[in-house]
Nanobody, 124 residues
Framework: QVQLVESGGGLVQSGGSLRLSCVGS????????MGWVRQAPGKEREFVAA????????IYTESVKGRFTISRDKSKSTVYLQMNSLKPEDTAVYYC?????????????????WGQGTQVTVSS
C-alpha cells in the first residue's frame, strides 16, 4: 500500500521561506514522477510543481517559477518543495502526489496516489 506523508507546513510571513517534505513508502517509487499540488479555500486543486524519474526533469506552474524548487532524494524516498519569497496567495493545503509515469505532468487527474496534505499559511 502506497503511503505519502507530508511535513514542513506552517505559518510564515510574506517574503519568508518554508521547505515541505514528502516521504513515500509501500512501493519503490524511484521511477515514478512526484508532484506537489495545492488547494486554497474555496478553490480547486492547482498544480504547483513536479519532478520526473530524472531529477533534472522538473516543471512548475508559472506563478511559482523562480521562487519554488522541487527536488527528490531517491535514497530517502523523499521529495522536497523549497518555497522562497512566499506570498499570501501561496496560502493553501499542499499535497504530495505520485504518478507511476516517468515523465512529470501538470495534469492533477493523472496522479495515482496522494498524501493527506500540509497547511501553508502566509501572512501579509
Amino acid at each position: 500500500q502506497v503511503q505519502l506523508v507530508e511535513s514542513g507546513g506552517g505559518l510564515v510571513q510574506s517574503g519568508g521561506s518554508l521547505r515541505l517534505s514528502c516521504v513515500g513508502s509501500g512501493r519503490t517509487m524511484s521511477s515514478w514522477s512526484m508532484g506537489w499540488v495545492r488547494q486554497a479555500p474555496g478553490k480547486e486543486r492547482e498544480f504547483v510543481a513536479a519532478v520526473g524519474m530524472s531529477s533534472w526533469n522538473t516543471i512548475y506552474t508559472e506563478s511559482v517559477k523562480g521562487r519554488f524548487t522541487i527536488s527528490r532524494d531517491k535514497s530517502k524516498s523523499t521529495v522536497y518543495l523549497q518555497m522562497n519569497s512566499l506570498k499570501p496567495e501561496d496560502t493553501a493545503v499542499y499535497y504530495c502526489a505520485a504518478d507511476i509515469n516517468t515523465i512529470p505532468t501538470i495534469e492533477t487527474w493523472e496522479y495515482d496516489y496522494w498524501g493527506q496534505g500540509t497547511q501553508v499559511t502566509v501572512s501579509s
